[in-house]
Nanobody
C-alpha cells in the first residue's frame, strides 16, 4: 500500500484544515487507518484512527471534539478534518494503514510521507 498525504499548510489559531490521504496499490477497505503527528524532538503520536469497517474510531484526548477522521473507501481516501486549530497542533502529520488488530492505537504497517501543519498564534 502506498499512501500520499496532502492538505497541510499554514492556518491561524481557530482555523480549519482538512488533510487527505490517498492510497494506491491496494484497497483501503481492508485496513484500519490512522493519522499520527510529530514535532521536533518528540515521538510520533497517534491523533485519530478508524476501524476498516468504519465501526469505531479513536481520538487522542488533545483533539477530541475538534478533529474528525473519515474514510471514503470508494475513493480509497482517508481524511482528517481539523477544526478549532491551536498552535500546539503544529506538527508534521502522517497517515498510516494497518492490518486489523485489537487496538486502533497500536501498530501500523504502512506509512505515507508527512504533511506539515502550522498553526500561527
Amino acid at each position: 500500500v502506498q499512501l500520499q498525504a496532502s492538505g497541510g499548510g499554514l492556518v491561524q489559531t481557530g482555523g480549519s484544515l482538512r488533510l487527505s490521504c490517498a492510497a494506491s496499490g491496494r484497497t483501503l477497505s481492508l485496513y484500519d487507518m490512522a493519522w499520527f503527528r510529530q514535532t521536533p524532538g518528540k515521538e510520533r503520536g497517534i491523533v485519530a484512527a478508524m476501524r476498516w469497517s468504519g465501526s469505531s474510531t479513536y481520538y487522542a484526548d488533545s483533539v477530541k471534539g475538534r478533529f474528525t477522521i473519515s474514510r471514503n473507501n470508494a475513493e480509497n481516501t482517508v481524511y482528517l478534518q481539523m477544526n478549532s486549530l491551536k498552535p500546539e497542533d503544529t506538527a508534521v502529520y502522517y497517515c498510516a494503514a494497518g492490518r486489523p488488530r485489537n487496538s486502533l492505537s497500536g501498530d501500523y504497517d504502512y506509512w505515507g510521507q508527512g504533511t506539515l501543519v502550522t498553526v500561527s498564534s
